[in-house]
């Protein structure tokens, strides 16, 4: 099952300084959300008769060290004749001036490795560099794109605006790391959280934050030619200001998952200082 981009969209940046990355201009929130995972819908196809299951991201890092996020996924699906547990944990770094992009994602079934995949992308003059070293040492030239980081800040920025669709692109490593994702985004008008809104209680002091309801789909770029238009796979969440997301669905075409954020930890920024160009 491929892995929510969520979790390399939302753990992002927080605010950064003048001297460090001229993309990084909104301020956002370093923290650890933890989410409850459920079965949305699943079609007959598909087998699946429940779902349950945690994620956990957790962002750290500097304007001037660059950023560290951590993911984990682990879900349990069952199907009519039997259940399986996947487990992926993943763990990022993107440069401050977003040129650099490194993954490590690991992979497991049953609590047996399935995959492995590591490498760099690096932004060239005439698209991107990625240098895999898992699964087997190999180097590919993508097209130009960004990373999730710039994904996010682009996204929050366009909100403001009230500019309400666009599209884009993306790598972020996941799957085979292997190609760019073009992404269509959809970003709703901002409402503050209902007093019935069932993750109200770990927002605290975010309670009262303006989110906006956003719907992405992201479509394979190297199918482009062959006139495919079906979403590799779409998700829909609230987006905060301060760059946290709640309230997802998650949908992989046959099925869906819901994710609920059931704890949230807020870290403080590091200290701002001036970063040697």
């Known amino acids: 099952m491929r892995a929510p981009r969520l979790a390399f969209l939302s753990a992002v940046a927080f605010a950064v300084a003048p001297t460090a990355s001229a993309w990084a201009v909104v301020p956002l929130q370093p923290h650890r959300a933890v989410y409850d995972l459920s079965l949305d819908k699943a079609s007959d196809r598909s087998g699946i008769t429940g779902i349950t299951g945690r994620m956990v991201y957790e962002f750290n890092g500097s304007p001037c060290e660059g950023y560290t996020v951590k993911f984990r996924m682990v879900t349990e699906i ?40 590591k490498g760099t992308a690096t932004k060239e003059p005439n698209g991107l560099k990625v240098q895999l070293e898992k699964p087997q040492k190999t ?13 996010l800040v682009e996204m929050i920025g366009k909100a403001e605006k009230g500019e309400n669709f666009y599209q884009t ?23 503050a959280a ?29 199918k482009k030619d062959s006139g495919e238009e079906t979403p590799e796979y ?29 704890n949230l930890s807020l870290f403080d920024p590091a200290p701002q200082k001036t970063c040697n160009q």
Request: hydrophobic share 35%; proline share 4%; aromatic share 8%.
């Open 78 to 117: 069952a199907t009519t004749d039997t259940s399986r547990m996947t487990d992926q944990q993943t763990t990022t770094f993107e440069d401050a001036k977003g040129k650099t992009f490194s993954f490590l994602t690991k992979s497991f079934v049953d609590q047996a490795l399935d995959k492995e995949v």
């Open 139 to 151: 180097s590919l030239d993508l097209a130009a794109t960004q990373f999730p980081t710039q994904q």
């Open 169 to 191: 692109s993306l790598f972020d490593g996941s799957d085979d790391a292997d190609k760019v994702m073009t992404t269509t985004v959809v970003v709703g008008k901002p409402a």
């Open 194 to 222: 209902a007093k019935d809104d069932p993750e109200l209680p770990v927002l605290a002091k975010l309670s009262k934050d303006k989110v906006w309801p956003v719907d992405i789909a992201y479509f394979d770029e190297s």
């Open 234 to 262: 779409r998700i829909s969440f609230k987006l905060h200001e301060n760059g946290i997301t709640r309230d997802m669905v998650m949908d992989y075409g046959d099925f869906s998952m819901a994710g609920k954020l059931v």
